[in-house]
């Protein structure tokens, strides 16, 4: 099992479909079986709450420069 707490930050491609459509690549998203806090879970959805708005706020830049992968910061989240 992962522990979300083994990681700081997410990584995530923001990138393009086929059909020239935002998407979000992650690097190292917890997987299968991953054990979450109720804090570490909150800072995690804090986190793909503003990777979605930034990979749809890039898309122009994705269609003109490429991909680009950006870090994210899973901050503390107090309970």
């Known amino acids: 099992m992962t522990a979300m707490t ?14 020239d459509e935002p998407l979000l690549c992650f690097r190292n998203l917890p997987g299968y079986d991953a054990e979450l806090s109720p804090a570490a879970a909150r800072a995690l959805a ?14 122009g830049d994705a269609r003109r420069y490429g991909p680009q992968v950006r870090e994210y910061t899973l901050a503390e989240v107090k309970q």
């Open 46 to 59: 804090d986190a793909l709450l503003q990777a979605a708005d930034d990979c749809e706020a890039l898309r």
């Open 6 to 19: 083994d990681s700081k930050t997410l990584l995530v491609k923001h990138t393009l479909t086929w059909r």
